[in-house]
């Protein structure tokens, strides 16, 4: 951001230099001498007929032009004849390229019998329209203006103002396309007599000639200074770009880490949950996971058809620690679960370890007698399994359907028929007596 207001401040300081320099500065300057090499003639009308005469000499470094002007023609006239480029034949025409410059600056001192107009002529050359052979082919690009006498110097003419003089179109028959001020291959600068003249005699006095314009036209100097602020705007909004390109990839990319901590995180909460619920040593649910499966969130029970369940416990299991270890009875837990596991429909028959050398088998859509059938199926595989170390292993079942009671109360029923399983000999199922 610094950075971006140090360059719109040098951008500006630039911007406005330039316009200074342009304004005070950077002129492209052409002086015509009265005594250096361009030749300068006077002419006067005897050429067309007439019988005006002009002489000019200098005096003091200014060029002098004195004209007698006689009305025997019908448009007399004197001038002074600056000859810029050479029209011999047979050489190519080079004159001077005016169209570089805005304006012209002329001091000079006119005295006339009446407030006389004079005329600026700026004569070019253009095959499309010129004859060498025919001086009068070169294009009149004129001015006429009075107050001449006793103006302050220099008069200051704009070059636009040049207008291309009517008589001389239609005489020569120019073409629209040719019709317009040109200024690009100047030959001849003619200082003349006006066109409302009377006779007497008029003297014309030039101290210097000046054209000035710019190297840099206002037109071209705007056009750099619009360029350079556009590509300062372009350059800035593809860097602009760039960098929100930059910080949207960060972004994606942080959001892609986020989104994959999450998944991990819920993964480990998820893991958390499981071993919570389940028994470390069996793997089958705890208490804590059968209960979350088989109350809802409300903590009403989650049964369409009924919930039946056998209260299972190993019997005499006291007897395989002392006997065999307290690791074979781990095993053995294990492999009890995993047998009465491998025996059941997980999705509809839910094996947990109450406690100790408890389990409990829910089922949540079976009645009771569906749950004795099980039960009992259970109650054989069991005490026909090989056990490891040639144990014999039997296990006892207390089994009740649920009906409109606390769930602590239908365990205590369960516990209770598992109790007369026990003291009826073990290796054996009672149904609990209805509540
Ligand atoms: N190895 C092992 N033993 C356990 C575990 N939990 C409980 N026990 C043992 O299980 C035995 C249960 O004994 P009792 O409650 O007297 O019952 P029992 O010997 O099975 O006799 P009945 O239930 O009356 O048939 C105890 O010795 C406990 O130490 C366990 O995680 N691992």
Known sequence: MKSEIKTILVLFCVSALMLILHKVALDRIFIIEMDGDI?????DDKSAGGSSSAITFMDGGRRILQCELSASYQYPFCELNFQLADLSQGQPVKGGDFSKYDRVGLWLRYTAPVDAGIRLHLRNFNPDYSDLADENSLKFNSIEWFAVQGSTQPIWIPLDNMQVSTWWLSENKVSLKNSGPELTNITTLELSTGTMVVEGKYELEVEKIEFRGKFISKEQLYLILVSMWMMFAFVRLVYSSIKFNKTLRFFKFREQELTTINHLLDNKSRELQDRVGRDVLT??????????????????????????????????FKQVNDNFGHKVGDDILIEFARLIEDNTRHSTEILARWGGEEFILACPNSNLHE????????????????????????????????????????????????????????NRIVSAVKN
């Open 39 to 43: 030749p300068i003639l006077a002419l």
């Open 283 to 316: 793997g089958v649910l705890n208490r804590q996971g059968l209960q979350a499966i088989i109350f809802n969130q409300d903590g009403s029970i989650n049964r369409t058809k009924g919930l039946s369940i056998a209260f299972i416990d190993i019997d005499y």
């Open 371 to 426: 749950v004795e059938l099980l039960a009992e199926k259970i109650r054989a595989i069991i005490a026909s399994h090989r056990w490891p170390q040639g144990i014999k292993l039997t296990c006892s079942m207390g089994v009740a359907q649920m009906s409109e009671e606390t769930f602590e109360d239908f365990i205590q029923r369960a516990d209770l028929a598992l109790y007369q399983a026990k003291k009826r000999g073990r």
